[in-house]
């Protein structure tokens, strides 16, 4: 079965458990198509680069999975037809990442903030000056 990977958006005034719910019914759609879920990351509320229905921020959430399209296609229905989802989208990769994304990788290293930003006298503004 092909690997795809959706990440969708929450409207910012939801609860982390409401957020995991939705998160949650995506995955059991999945399950009952006999696809199997290989990893799920909340990336937590971030800023929105523009407003999208009145709200500036988001609840982020990724899953990337191994599925039958039909499987994919009823998760989008469903995000599409759920009112506290602001975006989506799913691609399908040529293969499955290894370890955490990206946006949890630099979340969580040394040289970022919390925001992903650079913290000041980091070895980037070193290498600037």
Not at 12 to 20: G, N, R
Not at 95 to 105: F, L, N, T
């Amino acid at each position: 079965m092909p690997i795809y990977e959706t990440v969708f958006i929450a409207r910012q005034d939801l609860s982390d458990a409401q957020v995991k719910a939705i998160s949650e019914s995506a995955e059991k759609i999945i399950k009952d198509a006999k696809g199997k879920v290989s990893k799920t990351e909340n990336w937590g509320l971030r800023t929105l680069a523009y407003k999208i229905n009145k709200n500036r921020k988001g609840h982020y959430v990724l899953i990337e999975c191994d599925a039958p399209a039909t499987a994919v296609l009823e998760v989008e229905r469903t995000l599409r037809l759920n009112e506290d989802v602001l975006r989506y989208m799913t691609i399908r990769l040529d293969e499955a990442s290894k370890g955490p994304s990206k946006i949890i990788d630099k979340n969580t290293s040394d040289d970022f903030d919390g925001e992903g930003r650079p913290e000041r006298g980091n070895k980037f503004e070193k290498d600037a000056a």
